[in-house]
């Protein structure tokens, strides 16, 4: 079951989201299909589509309410190493010092963990020799004598691995 939290502001709805509608006659769920921004006032109007409904609806503003889904609490990593952030930038994620602060490095600027949630979520990097591992692994699992051309493919792969990342067998 989805939470809903009021949204005030309908000009950060976008094409694509899923929102809730609600007046004096009712609720209606549904995908925006096309958004509708006056340049005069307070102007908004979205358009949903409902899946039980034929056809879609014009929502005014100034008869509905709007929500959307609620956004889940952000959790951050707390292993020191690198991460990737949500725009692809990489980060250093230093252990705890005396502050007892985790700092988050973006450079040579570092940031603490209340600022740092803005660019969640992060994906942790791994050595390249972990990876290549990984993909040895899932490619002899893919390859599993199938044929001789994935055998002596296999093969290659697997002297590139080792010899390159340490990947062993």
């Known amino acids: 079951m989805t939470d809903w939290t009021p949204q005030e502001d309908w000009s950060t709805v976008k094409v694509g989201d899923q929102v809730r509608v609600t007046c004096d006659e009712g609720m209606l769920t549904g995908k ?10 307070d102007f908004h109007s979205i358009i949903i589509d409902v899946p039980s409904l034929p056809d879609s609806v014009v929502v005014h503003r100034s008869e509905w309410s709007l929500s959307v889904p609620a956004k889940p609490a952000v959790v951050l990593p707390t292993e020191p190493g690198h991460y990737l952030d949500s725009e692809w930038r990489a980060w250093t994620l230093k252990p705890e010092d005396e502050s007892f602060y985790q700092r988050w490095y973006l450079g040579d600027e570092y940031m603490l963990d209340g600022r740092v949630k803005e660019f969640a979520p ?7 020799a972990v990876t290549a591992k990984k993909f040895v692994e899932a490619y002899r699992a893919y390859s599993s004598g199938t044929n001789r051309t ?13 010899k390159e990342f340490g990947a062993d067998e």
Request: zero cysteines; hydrophobic letters at 55%; glycine letters at 6%.
């Open 32 to 41: 925006v299909r096309y958004v509708v921004i006056g340049v005069i006032g």
């Open 122 to 128: 992060f994906t942790k990097l791994e050595p390249v």
């Open 150 to 162: 994935a055998y002596l493919l296999d093969q290659a792969v697997r002297e590139v691995a080792s």
